[in-house]
Nanobody, 123 residues
Framework: QVQLVESGGGLVQAGASLRLSCEASGASFRSYCVGWFRQAPGKEREFVAAISRFGFNTYYSDTAKGRFTISRANVRNTVSLQMNILKPEDSAVYYC????????????????WGRGTPVTVSS
């Protein structure tokens, strides 16, 4: 099993940046692809970005493309999400999740989840 813990969320103004981190422990982290998802109040959980086992492939939602960057450091068992030019509509709880299969955008397909870190962007 893999345990995931997110950090780095907070309250920022529109246009600012945040860097979220997902730290993994447990089973071999390199065996898993990692995705970031977010869920705003009253909305479904949505895909943000994902990265393959060794970081060679990355995937983004249309809203994240060009503003967010996902990366991973397997030596430190971490995956990061750099978020730039934040907008109020980016406000949500952000979750990282792990799965063996690559390029999955459906949250139901992921096996392991963290508890999330909240991001609030004020206008």
């Amino acid at each position: 099993q893999v345990q995931l813990v997110e950090s780095g969320g907070g309250l920022v103004q529109a246009g600012a940046s945040l860097r979220l981190s997902c730290e993994a422990s447990g089973a071999s982290f390199r065996s898993y692809c990692v995705g970031w998802f977010r869920q705003a109040p009253g909305k479904e959980r949505e895909f943000v970005a994902a990265i393959s086992r060794f970081g060679f492939n990355t995937y983004y939602s249309d809203t994240a493309k060009g503003r967010f960057t996902i990366s991973r450091a397997n030596v430190r068992n971490t995956v990061s999400l750099q978020m730039n030019i934040l907008k109020p509509e980016d406000s949500a709880v952000y979750y990282c999740a792990a799965v063996a299969q690559e390029n999955l955008r459906d949250p139901l397909r992921y096996d392991y989840w963290g508890r999330g870190t909240p991001v609030t962007v004020s206008s």
